[in-house]
């Protein structure tokens, strides 16, 4: 790991982030309901959420959470799997369609990486809606289907080769792009004041 480069990030950082994105997100999705994808894509969820109600005039926007991991261990999972299989841990329950459908449903995540993870959710999230559409009158369902989209937030984008798509009518934004770099976020760290003054110490040799 000693050669990887490294990125620590702010809390201030995310929540700056945000901030400037939300302006863009509003004019061109917004969203009825937000899916944080745990556990990195819960904080940047909930301070999504106070600018979007701020931009939207109040609007009640929901968060609603899903558990996928990717690279952290999961019991009843093998060494194999970690790294190259998206394993769900949590999800929307049994009426997850009947909650998307028909709704602008903004997908969050702290980073894409690999894309594997978003491509994952987003498929699956799919799956769910097509789901609840059988379930409605057949003459209802094209304008059901219509009305139900999704989007993708991240705070950071990697530029780097990715290992899975994502439709291009599907909405795309991102708080930063940034190099293929090891993302220290602050919710990993066990000494908060150390990791801030770490960044510090970093944004000073690179200004």
Known sequence: MADVKHLRVTYN???????????KIVKEFNPDIMIAIGGGGFFPAR????????????KAIQIQAIGLSLYEPVQG???????????????LGPDAGKLLVGKR???VDEVDDTRKTLSYALVELLKDVEGELLT???SEREAL?????????VVHNKVKAKLAEI?????YFSGADVEDVWLDYPWEATNIE???QLAAADKATRK
């Open 13 to 23: 950082d995310i929540h700056n982030l945000i901030r400037n994105a939300t302006p």
């Open 47 to 58: 301070v999504m959420r106070t600018f979007l109600r701020e931009s939207s005039e109040n």
């Open 77 to 91: 999972t093998s060494a194999e799997q970690i790294g190259h299989e998206v394993i769900r841990t949590q999800w």
């Open 105 to 107: 449903n903004l997908i």
């Open 136 to 138: 409605r009158p057949e």
């Open 145 to 153: 289907r219509s009305a139900t989209k999704f989007a993708i937030f």
């Open 167 to 171: 439709p291009t009518d599907t909405p």
């Open 194 to 196: 150390e990791h801030d």
